[in-house]
């Protein structure tokens, strides 16, 4: 059963830059996406970028596109989040989630992922 732990979140200023981690079962398909998430106290959850592993495809939420970098390294099953320029509003907890895929399927940040972790919180603030 596909398991998925997150870590890596705490506490920062804004502008600075936190490394998120999640660590999951390997996946018994060669096709799959990763994507992570986040909720914020009061509100929806909300897609904030995806991995697709069959073209190595990436997609991110327009509030964090050109600060956050999605990244996956295969040999340690991991993938992880890059977030830098870090504002009050980045603060959240944030999830990371599995989704087989079809074969030329890229990921989405919708409600395609079946399998999430337990979440990491992130704090910006000064």
């Known amino acids: 059963q596909m398991q998925l732990a997150e870590s890596g979140g705490g506490l920062v200023q804004p502008g600075g830059s936190l490394r998120l981690s999640c660590v999951h079962s390997e996946f018994r398909s060669a096709y799959y996406a990763i994507a992570w998430f986040r909720q914020a106290p009061g509100k929806e959850r909300e897609g904030v970028s995806c991995f697709t592993s069959g073209d190595h495809s990436t997609a991110y939420a327009d509030s964090v596109n050109g600060r956050f970098t999605i990244s996956v390294d295969n040999a340690k099953n991991t993938a992880f989040l890059q977030m830098n320029n870090l504002k009050p509003e980045d603060t959240a907890v944030y999830y990371c989630?599995?989704?087989?895929?079809?074969?030329?399927?890229?990921?989405?940040?919708?409600?395609?992922?079946?399998?999430w972790g337990q979440g990491t919180q992130v704090t910006v603030s000064s």
């Open positions: 989630a599995a989704a087989y895929k079809a074969t030329g399927s890229k990921c989405t940040l919708g409600n395609e992922y079946w399998r």
